[in-house]
């Protein structure tokens, strides 16, 4: 990958169930968690898998905005779908 892009979003997509979990396959991708109705929270915790973990564990997230973190791996029902949309961006074609 060119490293001009390296920190730009090339592809993306709206994740539409959890039910089993997301990733891409192992490549990296940030989210963007938008809440349904009108909240003053203003993050929340993911409980996921960064790229250089083992594990999945709890991360905590902004709402409204790409988190920084390289997810690979969001854990089963890790994001209530019918509180919030939640948006994958990625740095690379998938």
């Not at 973990?53 to 991360?59: C, M």
């Amino acid at each position: 990958m060119n490293e001009m892009y390296s920190l730009r979003i090339l592809a993306k997509g709206q994740i539409t169930s959890l039910s089993s979990g997301f990733s891409l396959g192992g490549k990296p991708f940030s989210i963007f968690v938008r809440s349904k109705q009108p909240t003053l929270n203003t993050n929340m915790v993911v409980n996921c898998k960064l790229i250089c973990d083992k594990e999945a564990g709890d991360f905590p997230i902004l709402l409204g905005d790409w988190t920084p973190g390289a997810i690979c791996e969001l854990s089963a029902n890790a994001i209530d779908l019918t509180q919030f949309d939640v948006y994958w961006g990625a740095g690379e074609s998938v």
